[in-house]
C-alpha cells in the first residue's frame, strides 16, 4: 500500500498522524517528518521526493504494515523441520541400542585401572584427586546465579552513563593495543611497530568519532530500556542455546553412528577417504549444523525486533518479564515466520560450507591459491549477506514479511531514506564485547572466592584454575547471551526510527528527545539519512 503526501503543511501532517495495531502487531502509520522531533529529512534529489520549503514538503513513502497470520515460506520451514528430526530420529535410534551401564561401569574401570598404575589411593596425593561432586556442582552453581546478575547491573551501569562507558571502551582499546606495542617491541620489533600504528589510528579514530558518541549512547539507552522492560528476552535466548546444545549432542551421535557405516568408505582407497555417497552425506550433516545453528540465532533476533516493535507503538504491551510482546514475538518467529528465516539461514549456510570446504582444500598443491582466493571471495559474501538478513529479520519481526519482502523492504529503506552517508562506527558493539570479557573474569574470581571459603576444597588448590575457568567461560556465555540481545534490540531501534519517529515520540518523549538532539549534534550539516553502525553492523536513521 503506498502512502504519498503532496504539498502537506507541517502543521497539518501532525494532525493526520494516527497509529494502530492489527493482529496484534504494532503498526505505525505513515509519518511526515518536519517538525522538532523529526528524523532526518529526505535529500532533495531522491527518488519520491520533490524540491521544498520550510512551509511544504512533497513526499512518496511506503512504510511496513503488519501482515495477517499465515505461515509464509513454509517449503523452507518443512524442509527446515524434515531435517532436524531425521538427525534427531538417528540419534535417538543410536542412543537406543548403547548399554549406557556397560559404557559407565567401562569407564570407572578404566579409572581404577590407571589410579593403581600410578600407585593406587595411596599413592595418589589429595591435591592430585578429583574433586568430588559437591566441587563441580558450587563452581557452576555460582557461575550460573552471579553471571546473569552481573549483566543485568552493567545495563544500568551503561544506561545512567552510558556516554563515559562508551569512551572508557575507546581508551581501553588505545590502552591495551599501545602496552601490547610497547612489550612487543623488545620481543619482534615488527609486531610492536604495527601495533603502534595501530595505536595511533585508534587514536585518530577516537577523534573522529567522538561528536558521534552521545547518539550511539542514546540508540543504546532505548535497547537497554526495552530489555530490561521484557527480562523474558533472556529466557527465550538461553532456550535457544540450551536447545542447540541438544541438538549438537544429537548431531554429534547420529553423524558418528552415520560416518562409521560400510558404505561411507571408499575400500578401494586409503581406509580414511570417503566413497561419493560418504561425501554427500558428511556434507549434508554439515549443512544441517550450520542452518540450524543459523536458525535458532535468528529465531531470537526475530524476536528482539517484535518486542522493539511492541515498546515503540504500544508501550503498555511490553513492560513485563514475559510480557505479550515477548510471548507473542516468540511465538510468530516460531511458528509463522520460521519459514522465512530458515529461506535466508539457508543461505548462509550453503556459503559458510562452501568456504569451509574450500578452506580446507587449499593445501592442495591442484589450485591451490585459486582455492584460497575464491575462499576469501566467498567469506565477504557470506558477510554481506549476513549483514543483509540481520536487517531483514528486523522486518520479519516487525511485521511479518516472507523473506523476499522483507529484503525488500530494506532496500527500499535505503534508498527512500538516503544511501548517501556511510559510517561504521561500531560503538556500541566495542562496549558491549568488553563488558561481555569483564562479567566473565568477575564470574571466574567469584567462584576462586567460593572455593576458597569453603573448607573442604582448601586442599584442591591445584583445581581452582580450573574452577576459575569454568567460571569465566560461563560468565563469557551468559553475559552474550544478554549484549546479544542488545546488540540486536539496537539494530531494531534503528529501523523503527527511521520508519516512526514521531510515534516515538508519542509514546517515549524524553528518549526520542534525546535521541533527536544527539542525531542533530552528531550531523548538523548533512542532509538526508545517515546509514551507523550501533549493533556490529551498518543502520539506518
Avoid at 28 to 41: C, H, I, T
Avoid at 138 to 153: D, E, Q, T, W
Avoid at 323 to 336: D, E, K, L
Avoid at 403 to 417: D, H, P, S, T, W
Wanted: net charge negative; proline share 3%; aromatic share 12%.
Amino acid at each position: 500500500m503506498d502512502t504519498k503526501y503532496a504539498v502537506v503543511q507541517t502543521a497539518e501532517a501532525h494532525a493526520a498522524l494516527e497509529t494502530f495495531v492489527e493482529e496484534d502487531i504494532p503498526v505505525a502509520a505513515p509519518v511526515l517528518v518536519a517538525s522538532e522531533f523529526s528524523g532526518p529529512p529526505l535529500p532533495n534529489n531522491q527518488k519520491g521526493s520533490e524540491p521544498y520549503t520550510d512551509d511544504e514538503i512533497s513526499i512518496t513513502w511506503e512504510k511496513g504494515e503488519a501482515q495477517p497470520a499465515a505461515f509464509r515460506d513454509k517449503w523452507f520451514a518443512i524442509a527446515f523441520a524434515a531435517q532436524f528430526v531425521a538427525v534427531s530420529t538417528t540419534a535417538m535410534v543410536v542412543a537406543s541400542t548403547i548399554s549406557w551401564a556397560e559404557l559407565f561401569s567401562s569407564t570407572d574401570s578404566d579409572s581404577t585401572t590407571s589410579n593403581n598404575d600410578y600407585g593406587g589411593d595411596d599413592g595418589v596425593s589429595q591435591e592430585q584427586a578429583a574433586p568430588g561432586i559437591a566441587f563441580w556442582v558450587s563452581i557452576i552453581g555460582i557461575s550460573v546465579l552471579v553471571a546473569p546478575v552481573l549483566s543485568i547491573f552493567s545495563m544500568g551501569l551503561m544506561s545512567k552513563n552510558a556516554i563515559g562507558m562508551i569512551t572508557a571502551s575507546l581508551w581501553f582499546s588505545i590502552i591495551l593495543c599501545g602496552l601490547v606495542a610497547v612489550f612487543s617491541i623488545f620481543v619482534a620489533p615488527l609486531v610492536g611497530i604495527i601495533y603502534g600504528i595501530f595505536t595511533i589510528c585508534l587514536v585518530s579514530y577516537l577523534k573522529t568519532v567522538k561528536h558521534r558518541i552521545p547518539y550511539a549512547a542514546s540508540n543504546l539507552k532505548c535497547s537497554i530500556s526495552v530489555l530490561k522492560s521484557n527480562l523474558g528476552l533472556g529466557l527465550v535466548a538461553i532456550g535457544s542455546m540450551v536447545g542447540l546444545l541438544g541438538y549438537i549432542l544429537s548431531w554429534a551421535v547420529a553423524f558418528m553412528f552415520t560416518m562409521s557405516l560400510d558404505v561411507m568408505k571408499d575400500n578401494t582407497g586409503d581406509e580414511n577417504d570417503l566413497s561419493p555417497l560418504g561425501g554427500f552425506v558428511a556434507c549434508s550433516f554439515l549443512l544441517s549444523f550450520y542452518w540450524t545453528h543459523e536458525v535458532l540465532r535468528n529465531i531470537v533476533r526475530a524476536t528482539v525486533s517484535g518486542v522493539v516493535g511492541h515498546w515503540w507503538f504500544v508501550p503498555a504491551e511490553a513492560a513485563s518479564f514475559c510480557s505479550t510482546a515477548v510471548m507473542g514475538s516468540a511465538t510468530r518467529a516460531s511458528t509463522y515466520s520460521l519459514g522465512s528465516i530458515a529461506f535466508g539461514s539457508l543461505i548462509v549456510a550453503v556459503l559458510h560450507l562452501i568456504r569451509n570446504t574450500l578452506h580446507n582444500a587449499r593445501n592442495d598443491r591442484n589450485g591451490g591459491i585459486l582455492r584460497c582466493i575464491a575462499a576469501c571471495i566467498l567469506a565477504y559474501i557470506e558477510a554481506m549477506v549476513q549483514y543483509f538478513n540481520k536487517w531483514a529479520y528486523v522486518y520479519v519481526g516487525l511485521y511479518g514479511y516472507d523473506y523476499i519482502e522483507a529484503g525488500k523492504r530494506v532496500m527500499n529503506l535505503f534508498k527512500q531514506r538516503g544511501w548517501n552517508v556511510i559510517i561504521a562506527d561500531n560503538l556500541t558493539n566495542r562496549l558491549l564485547g568488553i563488558m561481555s570479557l569483564t562479567i566473565g573474569i568477575l564470574t571466574g574470581l567469584c567462584t576462586l572466592l567460593v572455593t576458597f571459603m569453603v573448607e573442604e576444597f582448601e586442599s584442591k588448590q591445584g583445581w581452582l584454575g580450573v574452577g576459575f575457568f569454568i567460571g569465566f567461560v560461563i560468565g563469557i556465555v551468559l553475559s552474550g547471551i544478554f549484549m546479544g540481545l542488545l546488540s540486536s534490540a539496537v539494530d531494531s531501534v534503528i529501523v523503527c526510527f527511521a520508519e516512526a519517529p514521531q510515534e516515538f515520540n508519542d509514546t517515549h518523549p524524553e528518549l526520542a528527545q534525546e535521541m533527536n538532539q544527539t542525531w542533530k549534534d552528531a550531523w548538523p550539516d548533512v542532509v538526508g539519512t545517515v546509514i551507523v553502525g550501533l549493533g556490529g553492523g551498518l543502520g539506518v536513521v
